[in-house]
């Protein structure tokens, strides 16, 4: 699977680097010139020195080839632009943003972007694990109206935990698309194990979701809400 990733810190960074090890291509870009020729030497040949806003810069790292780009620089008006360019210029067909401030988040979805990922957020899942629920489950419509994306943190309780993908019986109509584990973000293969306290993300179809919802939370499952009001800081 080819995969653009825009931003070369730390999240960039790691992220590229799990990707390739699992086998995938990846093509990535960094504005800062020393940045991008530091992880060229660690990583090969992948980085594209420039502004990921310029969409001839996101024709020059692949944007027309591929599968899912990834805006994680740290603005999120530079990611919302990347995501945007990406899904309407180059017609990649999923788009992830790095959300800095959680506010951000329902309007970069109204605005196209497929999925987001806040820190915040992340670590609120994982508060969530270690209290005596059985799991959260969220949904969010997409663009067709009978997919729906689903959040789930997989907890000590739950079926899916330390079953590996093959191992899991996914419902008809359901695809686990992406992991986050220790705030890193996992795109898994056949032998990636769930852990508890992971936040899974999938697509399923509206037939599949109760099956679904069933084998990552369990069928006693309840359920937490948290409405976020405050800016991430730092």
Known sequence: MFILIAGGGKVG????KDL????HEVSLIEANEEKAKRINDELGNITICGDACDSAVLKIAGAGRAVICVGVTGEDEDNLVICQVAKTRFKVPFTLCRVNNP???????KLGVDATVSKTEVILSMIEGEMTTKGVMATFPTRHSDVEMVEAV????SPAANMTLKELPTPPDCTISMIIRDNEIIIPDGNTRLQPLDLVMALAKHKSFASLREL????NDSQLSFELTHPEKG
């Open 216 to 219: 990552l939370l369990g069928k």
């Open 20 to 23: 390739i090890a699992k086998g």
């Open 154 to 157: 997989i907890t000590d309780e």
């Open 103 to 109: 506010r951000n988040k329902d309007v970069f979805k």
């Open 13 to 16: 960074y790691f992220l590229a």
